[in-house]
């Protein structure tokens, strides 16, 4: 069974940075989109960025001009830069990986921008 680790959140206060990453546990081939997710308690998750496999990205308003995503292929890693923040970008935040058929889903690493 795959499974995604993420690590890179924390603890930053408002204008800071973190940069959020997600490793699959071992190679996954086929691998189209990959996307960064948030919620928060009560609402729903929502999309942050998303990845295909060539390289295009897509961004939620909230996030466009600040946040970066990128991927490794070779190493089936996903990342989220994010700069500037904000504490309205207080979530958890989640990976997923889209392959044929079916999505692993990272299991949340929890990213706090206060003062």
């Known amino acids: 069974q795959v499974q995604l680790v993420e690590s890179g959140g924390g603890f930053v206060q408002p204008g800071g940075s973190l940069r959020l990453s997600c490793a699959a546990s071992?190679?996954?081939?086929?691998?189209?989109?990959m996307a960064w997710y948030r919620q928060t308690p009560g609402e729903q998750r929502e999309l942050v960025a998303e990845?295909?496999?060539?390289?295009?990205?897509n961004y939620a308003d909230s996030g466009k001009g600040r946040f970066t995503i990128s991927r490794d292929n070779a190493k089936s890693t996903l990342y989220l830069q994010m700069n500037s923040l904000k504490p309205e970008d207080t979530a958890v935040y989640y990976c997923?990986?889209?392959?044929?058929?079916?999505?692993?889903w990272g299991q949340g690493t929890q990213v706090t921008v206060s003062s």
């Open positions: 997923v990986f889209y392959v044929r058929g079916g999505r692993f």
């Open positions: 071992r190679s996954i081939p086929d691998i189209t989109a």
């Open positions: 990845i295909s496999s060539g390289g295009s990205t």
